[in-house]
């Protein structure tokens, strides 16, 4: 069973900075992508940044050049490093795995089968 622990969450001040981490194990898939989606209350939830098995990434626009989605295999550790926060940042950040698919659905949360439980990333104005 795949288990999926983030951590790094916690409120900031507009501009800062903050570097979240998702903790991956029992995943049994040959090839997988790992993503990055974000919800805020009364909102849909949103794909933020993925990493594809093929090591190519996605973003979404609103976070383009101020996210980055890095990965660390030997500690089975996803991360997002995310700078010039905004208050429209402020979302429970979830990670979550699928067994690899290419680009399709690379940032659609239909699309993908395990989730972690979430931290909350509040950015204040």
């Known amino acids: 069973q795949v288990q999926l622990v983030e951590s790094g969450g916690g409120s900031v001040q507009a501009g800062g900075s903050l570097r979240l981490s998702c903790a991956v194990s029992g995943y049994t898939y040959s090839t997988y992508d790992m993503a990055w989606f974000r919800q805020a209350p009364g909102q849909e939830r949103e794909g933020v940044a993925a990493?594809?098995?093929?090591?190519?990434?996605r973003y979404a626009d609103s976070v383009k050049g101020r996210f980055t989605i890095s990965q660390d295999n030997a500690k089975n550790t996803l991360y997002l490093q995310m700078n010039s926060l905004k208050p429209e940042d402020t979302a429970m950040y979830y990670c979550?795995?699928?067994?690899?698919?290419?680009?399709?659905?690379?940032?659609?949360?239909?699309?993908?089968?395990?989730w972690g439980q979430g931290t909350q990333v509040t950015v204040s104005s």
């Open positions: 990493m594809l098995s093929g090591g190519n990434t």
């Open positions: 979550a795995v699928r067994r690899s698919q290419s680009v399709i659905g690379a940032l659609a949360p239909g699309w993908y089968s395990s």
